[in-house]
C-alpha cells in the first residue's frame, strides 16, 4: 500500500499554508480596528480606517490579486501625507477645528506605520552603493540598487534624495 500523497511533499504543503501570513498582518489589523471603531461608534476612526481599506480593496482589483504588505503600508503612508498636507491648508486658513481632525487622522494612520530608516541608515546604505560604483556615480544607478537593498515602504523618499545630493555634492 502507497503512503498518502502529501507525504512526499511535506514542505510544499508547508509553504502554501504560509504564503499569505505576511500579507494578511496589515490588512487583518485593519480590518480589526475598523470594526472595533464601528463597535465603539468612533467614527473618524471607522471613516478614516475604511476610507483607506477601500483604497486597498482597489488596489487589490488592480492588481488581480490581493496587494502585499508593503503596498498597503504604501497606500497608509500616501493617506497620511495627503491628511497632513490638509492640516496645513486648514491652518493656513484659520480652520483650526478641520486642521485638528485631520492630524488625528494622522495620529491613527501612523498607528499602523513601521518605523522609517533614519539617516544614519539611509547614509550608510548610500555610502556602501556609492563605493561600489565607478566615479562619478549616476544618481539613477543609485536610486535602483538603494531600492534594490531596501524596502520603498521604510523610508521616505525625498530624504532619500536629499542625503544622496549631500553626498553627491558635498553640501
Do not use: W
Not at 71 to 81: D, F, N, P, Q
Not at 83 to 99: F, G, I, K, M, V
Not at 101 to 122: C, G, H, M, T
Amino acid at each position: 500500500m502507497a503512503a498518502p500523497r502529501f507525504l512526499y511533499r511535506p514542505t510544499l504543503r508547508l509553504c502554501r499554508a504560509y504564503s499569505i501570513a505576511q500579507t494578511a498582518d496589515v490588512r487583518t489589523e485593519l480590518v480589526s480596528a475598523v470594526k472595533a471603531a464601528m463597535k465603539s461608534k468612533d467614527a473618524v476612526a471607522s471613516t478614516t480606517l475604511r476610507g483607506v481599506l477601500a483604497e486597498v480593496y482597489s488596489a487589490d482589483k488592480a492588481a488581480n490579486t490581493q496587494v502585499p504588505s508593503t503596498a498597503i503600508i504604501t497606500i497608509l503612508r500616501k493617506a497620511a501625507a495627503r491628511r497632513n498636507e490638509s492640516a496645513a491648508q486648514y491652518t493656513a486658513a484659520a480652520r483650526l477645528d478641520l486642521a485638528e481632525r485631520e492630524n488625528l487622522e494622522v495620529k491613527l494612520l501612523s498607528r499602523f506605520l513601521p518605523p522609517l530608516l533614519s539617516e544614519a541608515d539611509i547614509d550608510k546604505h548610500l555610502r556602501e552603493i556609492l563605493d561600489g560604483l565607478p566615479k562619478p556615480p549616476k544618481p539613477g544607478q543609485v536610486f535602483k540598487l538603494f531600492y534594490s537593498i531596501v524596502d520603498k515602504s521604510t523610508v521616505d523618499s525625498e530624504m532619500v534624495k536629499k542625503r544622496l545630493d549631500v553626498l553627491l555634492n558635498g553640501v
